[in-house]
């Protein structure tokens, strides 16, 4: 599996890049944001920081504070293939301070009888949120993102090789295209590390490449850094999703990092996390500026040091309704995580569970400027805070966040 992984990302990178840079070169494009918040906030520190909290931002941490500085870029390589970039700088303590959240060549050929084909290699997302579909991978409702996408921003992303064929029954007179996905992948065996100790956020920071989930040396998660291989197995995931008339959307997705649990990483000394999970969206876009989206997740993570198994079973789901009229945009969400604990020989052995409300405001008058207020409430019970003398199980933590950005680019009026 390890050679079938390096011809996956390694060789067809180096394909895709020698075909693409033999034809003419149009211009860049590119865009600068930059994200200011007002933050007020109680309950325990964030997780970046070596804390429990349940959102981006806790403790010490109320007053002004950095949402984002981000630079991104696409490049058309000729008529059908183009790279893109996308970097980040989040102004807290991680041992990357800038780094990119994806960077992939695309292919994307001319549709052809009703068929339309896109194959990505490189660093991106994998095809499963239906609520951060905005550039930069952001939301275009709320500044929090809904539990399961935290996650998925924090830990899981796709470093190799992705195709995507979709039918397009639409142009050829039918109410729905249906789209097929596949992927091979690497570096994300550490992917379930920061979700096993730390439980369920809701945060809008995603991990760069190289970065790392937590402080070193604090525990329960010790400075997890998901991106990287430690086995050489291929990871796969596959997925459908069904399009009916551009306003409605289901979609599922099996995704499985086919780690080895009992191997151990001869830099960092630990162990790699075998995960899996599915998950099953659907959302709803009205003719009158309405959206409401439901979404679930589930699987489990596990290891195996020394053939002992421990592992966390973990689940969640969230309903977002949202209301868009002209310049404005409401939106609430209600999300719902748990993630249990089984070591041989025990019952359990730590736990989470939790539920959370989130109300905001976006209100963006032009392309450059948007304005947005979140109040996020999260209630969760989380035996490690006791366990780390870290406080009580029980935790209520509420955030309310005053964003102002401005972006500026090529494409931007």
């Known amino acids: 599996m390890g050679s079938l992984l390096k011809r996956t990302s390694w ?9 693409a840079v033999s034809s003419p070169v149009p211009a860049l494009d590119w865009e600068l944001d930059l994200d200011g918040r007002l933050v007020s906030v109680n309950g325990p520190g964030p997780i970046i920081d070596g804390g429990l909290g349940s959102t981006r ?27 893109s970039l996308d970097a980040s700088y989040w102004g807290d303590h991680d041992k990357t301070p800038v780094g990119l959240t994806e960077g992939y060549l695309l292919w994307r050929p001319y549709p052809r009888d009703g068929f339309r084909l896109r194959v ?11 609520e951060n579909r905005a550039s930069g991978w952001e939301s275009p409702y709320t500044l ?5 996408d935290s996650w998925l ?19 050829m007179g039918h109410d729905f295209d249906v789209g097929l996905t596949g992927a091979a992948f ?22 760069v490449m190289g970065g790392r989930v937590g402080k070193p040396g604090v525990p329960p998660v010790r400075a997890a850094e998901p991106f990287r291989e430690m086995d050489g197995n291929a990871g796969f995931y596959g997925g459908v999703e069904v399009r009916y008339l551009d306003r409605v959307v289901l979609q599922f997705l099996r995704y499985d990092n086919r780690a080895n649990p009992g191997a151990v990483d001869v830099v960092s000394h630990t162990v790699a996390w075998d995960t899996t999970f599915n998950s099953a969206g659907l959302r709803v876009d009205g003719d009158r500026g309405w ?12 290891i195996a040091p020394e053939g002992e198994q421990e592992r966390w079973p973990f689940r969640a789901h969230y309903a977002l309704l949202s209301k868009t009229f002209g310049k404005h945009t409401l939106s609430a969400r209600y999300d719902w995580f748990k993630v249990d604990g089984y070591r041989e020989g025990e019952d359990d052995h730590g736990w ?8 905001a405001y976006l209100f963006q008058p032009n392309a450059s400027w948007r304005l947005a207020l979140e109040w996020l409430h999260v209630v969760s019970t989380d035996y490690n805070r006791e366990d780390f003398a870290q406080g009580d199980t029980l935790d209520s933590q509420t955030q309310v966040q005053l964003s102002v950005r401005y972006a500026w680019g090529s494409t931007i009026p």
């Open 291 to 302: 959206t409401a989206i439901f979404q679930w997740l589930g699987g489990v993570t596990l």
């Open 144 to 148: 929090s993102y809904a539990a399961i």
């Open 186 to 207: 690497g570096w994300n065996d550490n992917a379930g590390a920061a979700l096993a100790a730390g439980g369920f956020t809701l945060t809008d920071r995603q991990s």
């Open 57 to 83: 931002f806790g403790g010490d941490q109320s007053g002004t504070r950095l949402g984002r500085a981000r630079f991104a870029l696409t490049q058309s390589l000729g008529e059908v293939w183009s790279l």
């Open 120 to 130: 990505k290699t490189g660093a991106f997302y994998a095809p499963i949120s239906l």
């Open 11 to 19: 060789l067809g990178a180096a394909a895709l890049l020698g075909l």
């Open 352 to 359: 989470q569970k939790g539920h959370a409300s989130t109300l």
């Open 153 to 171: 921003g924090q830990e899981v992303r796709t470093l190799g090789t992705e195709a995507q064929l979709d039918w397009l029954g639409r142009r």
